[in-house]
């Protein structure tokens, strides 16, 4: 699979190899693509890359020895006996001191967890050997607890070295869809399944049905995907049953706080540690209306699943495990053919939007200068007033309301006018932007009527965004 997107990451991290003692830290959830971005970034530089197992601190060291032994083409050092990290640091450093190189530790937890000293020595290495030796050093991780500990944190010995940090999150839909052979709406529901994680796009092909695909990779037994949940949450040590009851409560539509305690007969103080890793692990996010000033704080917080494929996995798969271990597949098939268009695909589509709208806000198609863009809801999410995609823009003084309509037919006034009925009737949107103007959007995958384009024509401050682009 070709490198896709990721272009800030790369101007990033070549701002800081261009930089005096660049000391860079990526992190972020298992298949998101670090090693691929990293290794995009190494073409034509000299580096020594190195990814950490979990071996005896011996092995590793010999390991790096080759990798030095390699790069430097020196060959004693593949015979060499290490014994001390600093000794091979050492040789790295001074290889070539006219030169620019780049070290990069992938998996870094995995040597803390065979040494615990391990932060302090590379510490040490950075301090005395590494930092003035023209080295960069990467810093990588799929463990996200253990990186944000050791690497991160105020208590590591590493704390105040970094020069900057990374969190890698899924590619968003603009950038795969640029580079897909597919439909809009193909990519739409690829898309809604894989939620632009790089290692999962691999095993979906544009030349072939989803459905299939989906039969292959996820409901197979012996499909990449079918147990793709129970290796995330366990290569974090977690306790999984707790955290896969959360995640299937949400999945099933329970998104107030009080609601899951309800759900799963706990009280809500009891599951805010649970809440916590799952959010840190991007397995779920807490959302806020647009309209609340310290979103923290704010009793209006809902929680959902952020990642696709997670919400696919517990909408479609986890509740027939028992189907599927006796290659059942059809009862999962019947499901996905009964509501995954306009239960599930749907509500994907609105994230889309949301990543639309600022991919169109950012290269100036529409001007809107984003502080902000989420959602609002009144109470409750599905109920009373709410709006699929609002922004705000601070410096201008400006809001978006927009209504995404995932439907087969195009989209008619009635909808405008039932989005602007929703605005002109919420008080507590303008209480919270006194004298802001207010520019609506609707967005639709299947076009707009000739009434609703007519009434846009008579309409100033109204877009209409067909498929990824303004019409």
């Known amino acids: ?119 302090s020595i590379l510490q040490n290495a950075w301090d005395e050997i590494l930092k003035d030796s023209n080295v960069m050093l990467i810093l990588s991780g799929s463990l996200i607890g253990m990186m944000q500990k050791h690497a991160l944190s105020y208590d590591s010995p590493l704390y105040g070295r970094r020069t900057a940090q990374m969190r890698l999150a899924p590619l968003p839909f603009t950038d795969i869809y640029a580079v897909q052979n597919l439909s809009f709406e193909q990519a739409v529901e690829q898309y809604a399944v894989t939620g632009g994680v790089p290692k ?84 779920i996010e807490r959302r806020t209306p647009v309209t609340e000033k310290n979103p923290e704080k704010s009793r209006k917080g809902l929680y959902f699943i952020s990642d696709n494929f997670i919400r696919f996995w517990f909408r479609y798969v986890y509740p027939y495990k028992g189907e599927l271990e006796l290659d059942n597949m059809q009862i999962v098939l019947d499901e996905i053919h009964k509501d995954f268009i306009e239960k599930f695909v749907a509500f994907a589509y609105e994230d889309i939007c949301k990543n639309i709208f600022a991919d169109l806000c950012r290269n100036g198609t529409i001007s809107f200068t984003p502080s902000r863009i989420g959602s609002y809801w009144l109470n409750d999410f599905d109920g009373d007033t709410e709006i699929d995609v609002m922004a705000v823009d601070h410096q201008n003084k400006r809001l978006f309301a927009g209504e995404c309509k995932y439907h087969a037919k195009p989209v008619d006034a009635p909808v405008y006018f039932a989005l602007k009925e929703k605005i002109d009737c919420a008080a507590e949107i303008r209480k919270a932007f006194p004298g802001y103007d207010v520019i609506f959007g609707l967005f639709s995958k299947s076009g707009f009527t000739q009434r609703m384009l007519d009434t846009a024509k008579e309409s100033t401050g109204l877009l209409l965004i067909n498929e990824d682009h303004l019409v």
């Open 200 to 283: 999962y796009l691999e095993f979906f092909e544009d030349d072939r049905e989803l459905e299939e695909q989906i039969k292959d990779a996820v409901l197979s037994k012996s499909g990449f995907l079918y147990e793709e949940p129970n290796f995330l949450l366990k290569s974090e040590s977690v306790t999984a049953v707790n955290y896969f009851s959360i995640i299937k409560a949400i999945a099933d539509g329970n998104h107030k706080l009080g609601k899951i305690a309800g759900v799963l007969g706990q009280e809500t103080s009891a599951l805010t540690p649970y809440l916590s890793t799952l959010a840190d692990l991007g397995f």
């Open 1 to 119: 699979m070709k490198f896709i997107g990721r272009q800030a990451e790369l101007n990033k991290l070549n701002t800081e190899y261009n930089r005096d003692s660049g000391f860079v830290v990526i992190y972020g959830r298992r298949r998101v693509g670090k090693t691929t971005l990293i290794k995009e970034f190494l073409k034509k530089k000299t580096a020594f890359y190195f990814l950490a197992t979990e071996e005896l601190e011996s092995q590793s060291m010999k390991r790096l020895a080759g990798v030095v032994a390699r790069t430097t083409k020196n060959t004693l050092l593949q015979k060499a006996a290490f014994t001390d990290w600093l000794d091979l640091f050492q040789v790295i450093a001074d290889y070539k001191p006219e030169e620019k190189k780049v070290l990069v530790i992938d998996e870094f937890p995995y040597l803390v967890k065979t040494n615990p000293a391990f932060p």
